[in-house]
């Protein structure tokens, strides 16, 4: 693949192969040197249009670990507002000889315009794109539910059977779109949970189960429970009335993890609201997987940098 | 000077000959005698010229995409003979100065009769009234109202509007949009914007606005046009205001004919449009309703855009399309060759009912003896695969691009001035470059 902006339309062989080149690169991070060559004399900008200091902080990462070179362009708000566009500020970036644009944008789609316009030749990898798609995220929690049910013997398989449940504000949420098609492909089910004002409409075509309220997804029994950050200002918007109401119907509560089987994971892509979506000493105990995913999301940016240098080879 | 047009199919109707003196049509028949111009159109289906209920011509304020003269020049291209210049300019046709402006530079351009549509609302703010009266009685003579691109959103306003144009004998054009429902709305809101992330803009907040407008019509009596309307519960809406006895008349646009939301796909905004594409099922009601005339007239809603304000993301891009060029063979493929309606149906939703809406002199008894000579001459057995060379006008956002399009605008007579000859626009004297 030239460009990484989607899981959507990513076959079972690719995800899995994406999945054990992250189990290569986390190996790789374990060693004493914790760098491979392969990017080196490359160049790897990182074109933030919306802030995210740990999403830039791990793509940084993977790309030095690499042996590439990086650059970083931040800037707040549109583009548009900004006075410069999109495109002339890759573009500007791609003549200081970028080989990958690692994007992040408020606009959905922003990304898959970059990759299309034929404004540069260089690798478009998504960083997050508006409500649209967080692909890396996908992969790395894949990798992580992946690693933590299977262990030693994760390699090379899939999540066939395995029991997720989505919640929280699934219609602003690319990490759920990500997981929502990465999951389904890897033969997980997937059951997406949110009020309806947070759940998008017209999603019947989706490979998902819909429910509307945590007790009910969490009844049939589940693998891994994965809390999404509410945005507090969604109240104002009248997407649910208070913090206390979302906590009681949606939150990952000690009473409901209780009620759950021991080994069931718990995941946050982060950062965290504790005490709203998650309470903090869930995020804090054993089943949670939220330093893992923090970890495995280094290495998975390293898989997809070094998968997509392959295709200049092939 | 003296014009003969041969054997011409009358509205899809027998051919005959049409001779134009002076402006107008003097015989139509088959013994019409010789004239100093003589084309053999055979083959050819005589349409009277065209009328546009909707278009933006962009200036005064937005001439880097569009001018009077060039947007002009894209109607004849289009077969169009009237155009009604939309009041979202910059500054905003809210005053009787403005809409004179835009009257004086469509005389100097001479391609079309450029009607200005005036604002409802001071600036379109949707807070007060613009200058109703003052535009009504300007040499424009406005008769069309409209805060096109915004919604007149408040129900009180609304209201006051409906009857104060109606003291003056004019018409509301309602852009039905609530604004509540559509903030930040991108695109139709479905399967295709769950996928992709973007903003809905729901159905409802279309008909919710035309529900209301349809029953204050009714109960100020006045008369109402809804624009661009583009969803199945539209058409449902209308059809029952109709039935009783509500005088609101409905436009369709032909993109809204065509095309559909999953054409979002790949974010390329040359398919962002207010009101946004809808579904096939919604496609296929609006169809219909412009069959059975529910809905009365096709408008283009032209709206240029340079390429900076598409060349960017999604969201970033403004909203609009260019469509007089394409009009006709659109609706050739969408509704004609359908077999939904037929080429005298299209004199009546391209030209007649339009100008009897924007109350334009001349069209209420097309090509006949006696009316002016406002005529267009289609090929309708031309095929054209379409793309931005067709088009005459100062943008290239058409969403037509790579279409095998049916029909041909082969010659376009503005009150018997030949504006389009083979298929080429005249170069016109311009009275305003003189």
């Known amino acids: 693949m030239k460009h990484f902006i989607s899981t959507r339309g990513i076959d079972s062989a690719t995800a899995i192969r994406l999945l054990d080149t992250t189990a290569d690169m986390a190996d790789v991070r374990q060693r004493d040197v914790k760098k491979l060559p392969t990017l080196r004399g490359k160049t790897v900008a990182n074109v933030f249009f919306e802030d995210s200091t740990r999403t830039r902080l791990s793509f940084e990462a993977a790309a030095l670990a690499l042996s590439a070179d990086v650059s970083t362009f931040t800037s707040k708000g549109s583009s548009v507002s900004k006075g410069e566009s999109l495109k002339d500020t890759v573009q500007t970036l791609e003549s200081m000889g970028a080989d990958f644009i690692v994007l992040r944008h408020c606009d959905s789609g922003a990304a898959a315009t970059l990759a299309q316009s034929g404004w540069i030749n260089a690798h478009v990898i998504n960083a997050g794109d508006g409500t649209h798609e967080h692909p890396?995220?996908?992969?790395?929690?894949?990798?992580?539910?992946?690693?933590?049910?299977?262990?030693?013997?994760?390699?090379?398989?899939?999540?066939?059977?395995?029991?997720?449940?989505?919640?929280?504000?699934?219609?602003?949420?690319?990490?759920?779109?990500?997981?929502?098609?990465?999951?389904?492909?890897?033969?997980?089910?997937?059951?997406?949970?949110?009020?309806?004002?947070?759940?998008?409409?017209?999603?019947?075509?989706?490979?998902?189960?819909?429910?509307?309220?945590?007790?009910?997804?969490?009844?049939?029994?589940?693998?891994?429970?994965?809390?999404?950050?509410?945005?507090?200002?969604?109240?104002?918007?009248?997407?649910?009335p208070d913090a206390a109401e979302y906590t009681r119907f949606w939150g990952m509560t000690t009473a409901r993890f209780d009620a759950v089987r021991a080994n069931t994971l718990v995941m946050h892509p982060g950062p965290m609201n504790r005490g709203l979506e998650i309470a903090g000493s869930i995020a804090d105990s054993a089943n949670s997987t939220v330093r893992d995913q923090v970890s495995h999301g280094v290495a998975a940016r390293m898989a997809v940098l070094y998968t997509l240098l392959g295709e200049d080879a092939s | 000077m003296s014009t003969i047009i041969r054997k011409a199919s009358i509205m899809g109707g027998d051919p005959a000959d049409i001779r134009i003196e002076d402006g107008q049509i003097v015989a139509v028949g088959v013994n019409v005698g010789g004239a100093d111009v003589e084309i053999d159109a055979s083959g050819l289906i005589a349409l009277p010229g065209l009328v546009d209920l909707h278009t933006h011509l962009r200036e005064p304020g937005g001439e880097s995409s569009e001018t009077i003269l060039s947007g002009s020049r894209a109607a004849a291209a289009g077969g169009f003979t009237a155009v009604h210049a939309m009041a979202n300019t910059s500054p905003v046709a809210d005053n009787a100065n403005v809409v004179d402006y835009v009257y004086r530079k469509g005389l100097e351009a001479g391609y079309v009769e450029v009607r200005p549509v005036g604002a409802v609302t001071h600036n379109l703010a949707g807070e007060s009234l613009a200058d109703i009266g003052a535009m009504a009685r300007s040499t424009a003579a406005v008769t069309v109202f409209s805060d096109d691109g915004k919604c007149v959103g408040d129900s009180l306003l609304m209201r006051r509007a409906l009857e104060y144009v109606a003291t003056f004998g004019g018409v509301i054009a309602q852009h039905a949009q609530d604004p509540r429902l559509t903030i930040d709305a991108q695109m139709n809101e479905g399967a295709m914007s769950a996928e992709l992330g973007l903003a809905g803009w729901p159905r409802v907040a279309e008909e919710a606005i035309?529900?209301?407008?349809?029953?204050?019509?009714?109960?100020?009596?006045?008369?109402?046009?809804?624009?661009?309307?583009?969803?199945?519960?539209?058409?449902?809406?209308?059809?029952?205001?109709?039935?009783?006895?509500?005088?609101?008349?409905?436009?369709?646009?032909?993109?809204?004919?065509?095309?559909?939301?999953?054409?979002?796909?790949?974010?390329?905004?040359?398919?962002?449009?207010?009101?946004?594409?809808?579904?096939?099922?919604?496609?296929?009601?609006?169809?219909?309703?412009?069959?059975?005339?529910?809905?009365?007239?096709?408008?283009?809603?032209?709206?240029?855009?340079?390429?900076?304000?598409?060349?960017?993301?999604?969201?970033?891009?403004?909203?609009?399309?260019?469509?007089?060029?394409?009009?006709?063979?659109?609706?050739?493929?969408?509704?004609?060759?359908?077999?939904?309606?037929?080429?005298?149906?299209?004199?009546?939703?391209?030209?007649?009912?339009?100008?009897?809406?924007?109350?334009?002199?001349?069209?209420?008894?097309?090509?006949?003896?006696?009316?002016?000579?406002?005529?267009?001459?289609?090929?309708?057995?031309?095929?054209?695969?379409?793309?931005?060379?067709?088009?005459?006008?100062?943008?290239?956002?058409?969403?037509?691009?790579?279409?095998?399009?049916?029909?041909?605008?082969?010659?376009?007579?503005?009150?018997?001035?030949?504006?389009?000859?083979?298929?080429?626009?005249?170069?016109?004297?311009?009275?305003?470059?003189?």
């Not at chain 1, 997981?179 to 309806?196: D, E, F, K, Q, S």
């Not at chain 2, 009546?348 to 009897?356: F, H, V, Y």
């Not at chain 2, 082969?410 to 389009?420: A, K, P, S, Y």
């Open chain 1, 136 to 240: 890396t995220q996908a992969l790395l929690d894949a990798y992580t539910l992946r690693s933590r049910l299977f262990g030693d013997s994760a390699r090379g398989r899939n999540l066939a059977g395995v029991r997720i449940v989505i919640v929280g504000d699934i219609l602003h949420s690319r990490v759920a779109r990500s997981n929502v098609w990465l999951l389904a492909t890897l033969g997980a089910h997937v059951t997406l949970v949110a009020p309806r004002t947070l759940m998008p409409r017209d999603i019947a075509a989706w490979p998902v189960a819909i429910v509307h309220t945590l007790d009910e997804a969490l009844d049939e029994g589940v693998d891994a429970v994965m809390t999404l950050r509410i945005q507090k200002e969604r109240m104002n918007d009248a997407f649910f």
């Open chain 2, 210 to 434: 035309i529900a209301r407008d349809v029953l204050l019509a009714e109960y100020t009596g006045a008369r109402l046009h809804v624009c661009h309307l583009s969803t199945a519960g539209s058409v449902e809406v209308i059809r029952w205001a109709k039935q009783r006895g509500i005088q609101v008349t409905a436009e369709a646009t032909p993109h809204h004919l065509l095309l559909t939301d999953d054409l979002a796909q790949n974010y390329n905004p040359l398919f962002k449009v207010n009101p946004p594409l809808r579904t096939r099922d919604d496609v296929e009601a609006v169809r219909r309703g412009v069959a059975d005339g529910t809905i009365d007239i096709v408008a283009t809603d032209h709206a240029p855009h340079g390429s900076a304000t598409k060349d960017c993301t999604w969201s970033d891009a403004s909203f609009g399309m260019v469509g007089l060029e394409s009009a006709l063979s659109i609706v050739q493929h969408a509704l004609v060759d359908t077999g939904l309606i037929g080429w005298a149906d299209v004199a009546r939703i391209m030209s007649t009912t339009p100008a009897r809406i924007g109350s334009v002199d001349g069209y209420d008894a097309p090509l006949t003896v006696g009316s002016l000579a406002n005529i267009t001459l289609v090929d309708p057995s031309a095929t054209t695969v379409w793309g931005a060379d067709k088009l005459a006008g100062r943008s290239t956002n058409t969403p037509f691009t790579g279409l095998t399009l049916p029909g041909r605008v082969v010659h376009t007579f503005f009150r018997g001035t030949h504006t389009v000859r083979d298929g080429s626009i005249v170069e016109l004297s311009q009275a305003g470059n003189a």
